[in-house]
Nanobody, 118 residues
Framework: QVQLVESGGGLVQAGGSLRLSCTAS????????MGWYRQVPGKQRDLVAS???????NYTDSVKGRFTISRDNTKNTVYLQMNSLEPEDTAVYYC????????????WGQGTQVTVSS
């Protein structure tokens, strides 16, 4: 089992910045992917950004150039630096931890609200 604890989020004006953190604990696999998804009411949960334990990064197009994902493998922590925030970024942000051995398993954080006012 893996537990995820998220921090960060909150209310910010458009153009502002926020930083999200997510720390994983428990049975951590050396090979894994950590990332952030977001969800607004009535819609599916969508990928924002992900980073593998080897450092491969993926962003959804709408956040490229504004958001930066990073991780500290020594702390099993992933970060999401969000700059130039827009009202459209308002959502609940969820941290994901995914491992592939002994089988693919996904673990989710509790979610943190990000609200961007115009």
């Amino acid at each position: 089992q893996v537990q995820l604890v998220e921090s960060g989020g909150g209310l910010v004006q458009a153009g502002g910045s926020l930083r999200l953190s997510c720390t994983a604990s428990g049975s951590i696999s050396r090979a894994n992917v950590m990332g952030w998804y977001r969800q607004v009411p009535g819609k599916q949960r969508d990928l924002v950004a992900s980073i593998t334990s080897g450092g491969t990064i993926n962003y959804t197009d709408s956040v490229k150039g504004r958001f930066t994902i990073s991780r500290d493998n020594t702390k099993n922590t992933v970060y999401l630096q969000m700059n130039s925030l827009e009202p459209e970024d308002t959502a609940v942000y969820y941290c994901l931890y995914r491992q592939f051995l002994p089988q693919r398993s996904d673990y989710w954080g509790q979610g943190t609200q990000v609200t961007v006012s115009s």
